[in-house]
């Protein structure tokens, strides 16, 4: 059985949450200037989650907006359809945006907005520079949902409008909240909507307590999922059903593909059983967040931050491969 910890709030920010119950002291301003300085922004707001952030946003799109066909956030589509924001889909190499495809749909028609999230699936990064050159050409507004990237230093650069979770799990993972970085200003937000939704003093003193340790969480999670995607590859590379999507890309989960539906949901069981966790880390697609194929998706970045160690994930894909040996066996 391999023991792992299911990410939760870490021991200190949980005390940094409490003591600001009583410690009289504003938590929103200081949280608010901590995130500009980490983005490189000069309008930030901390709303109650980043659905919440995303509502706020879709308001203000001029629309049509480009989504990917899959690997995106489906609550951003939800938020736009509130609205009736017209939404197109583009058709993506397993999430990832292909940037002849997206080249050619911005020629041709008269989208607006582009949102994409900074990682396909939470697996693979986005060709962000490529992405951000071509929207400022064709005059698109770029929305980064940053959820899986804060942290990584490069990210400041890119997006006109900058979203990310605080939520649970995350890599600040807070258990609520969220922030959005107005970085150009080029919409204006709604106020009352900023307002309603504005996040609590406690949420607010837990980001500020552990934003600060966003880049080792980002790049040790990155680390080991990728660890963990070369010791599959080395069995995997051969198998022409359990294929791992974009198996160089460094992210922050690993998704491998399945015969069907029904056997990704078998395999995942297979292996949950063999895994002592509090909650799930192992997912199952198709599923539009992540990979619209019959897949298992291994949430590394569910795992907390003592749990990511290389002796774990090794253990971990050989408890993979195992279980891949074993249904091929029952059928
Ligand atoms: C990429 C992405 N964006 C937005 C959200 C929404 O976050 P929240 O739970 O804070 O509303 C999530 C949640 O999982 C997410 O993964």
Known sequence: MLELKFKEIPQDTREAMIKSLSDNQDHYLPTVEAIKEMFDCEETHIL?????????????????IIVADQGGWNGFIKSCELFGKEIQKIETNDGIINMEILKSRLKKNRAKSLYITSLAGYTAPQPLKEIQEICNKYGVLLIVDISASVGNPEIKKYGDIQVASTGSPK???????????????????????????????????G?????????LIESKTMEMNTYLKEKLCETLSHDNIHKIIHPTSKGLNTIITAESKKKAKTLANHIRQEINIEKNIITTGPNYNRIKKASIVIETKNLDITSLKKENMKKLSELILESIEKLDNES
């Open 207 to 215: 980001i500020r307590n552990e934003i600060k340790k966003a880049p």
């Open 48 to 64: 109650n989650s980043a659905n919440s952030c995303l509502i706020a946003i879709a308001e203000k799109l001029p629309e049509p």
């Open 171 to 205: 890599i600040v993972n807070i258990e609520n909240g969220g922030f959005i970085n107005n970085k150009t200003r080029k919409i204006e937000l709604n106020k009352h909507l900023i307002k309603s939704l504005k996040a609590d003093n406690i949420t607010c003193a």
